[in-house]
């Protein structure tokens, strides 16, 4: 009895996780219409300390954007600054019937895509409408938020792309532009603010 109780308890837990972190589906059709808005930094935008880590503005960025995937790092070297990394698009990437003919994935601090036959858009609309953030919570409620997103979800953040030194990660600088992709690409993001869109 107390095995038959145990199976059924382990069943409703993963059926519980299951519908708490399935994908977000919408209608077709553009859902993000903004670009991301990145500003230069000004005499104020002083040099920081995060921990163990220095971190010097690079500029001010906020975004609305459709979470494409998202990744909880938990012990690679870079973790213990960015714990999560966001796969977002905006644009054509945020539209379902786009996003329907797309294999998104993420691993080793990449965002990876896929398609089975012909690309469903230009591959340099995927890589200027989609990017890979990696993400410093400026406080454990944004951090919580964070690990908390589902695919799919529209979101508005906001914050600093930055420059990082410190211990085992050496010199991580952001992403300045969004139309470049592979190594250095992604955008280091020094999150003040995250909030989804209803």
């Not at 010097?56 to 960025?61: C, D, I, M, Q, S």
């Not at 796969?87 to 996003?99: F, P, R």
């Not at 890979?132 to 979800?153: Q, W």
Request: aromatic fraction near 10%; include cysteine.
């Amino acid at each position: 009895m107390k095995f038959l109780a145990l199976v059924a308890t382990i069943i409703l837990a993963w059926y519980a996780y299951a519908r708490l972190n399935s994908p977000v589906t919408y209608p077709s059709g553009i859902l993000i219409r903004d670009d991301p808005v990145q500003t230069e930094i000004t005499p104020n935008d002083e040099p920081f300390t995060v921990g163990k880590f220095h971190l010097t503005p690079l500029a001010h960025f906020a975004l609305d954007a459709r979470v494409l995937h998202r990744k909880t790092y938990h012990f690679d070297r870079q973790a213990a600054l960015a714990p999560v990394d966001l796969a977002v698009g905006w644009g054509e990437m945020s539209d379902q019937t786009i996003l329907d003919q797309l294999h998104i994935s993420q691993s080793r601090r990449f965002f990876w895509y896929e398609w089975a036959h012909q690309p469903p858009l230009d591959p340099d609309k995927i890589v200027s409408h989609a990017t890979n953030l990696h993400l410093i919570p400026a406080t454990g409620g944004i951090e919580a938020a964070c690990k908390l997103l589902r695919t799919g979800e529209l979101i508005h953040l906001q914050g600093l792309l930055v420059e990082a030194t410190g211990p085992e990660i050496g010199t991580w600088r952001s992403s300045l532009t969004r139309k470049d992709s592979g190594n250095g690409a992604c955008e280091l993001v020094w999150v003040e603010e995250l909030h989804r869109i209803r």
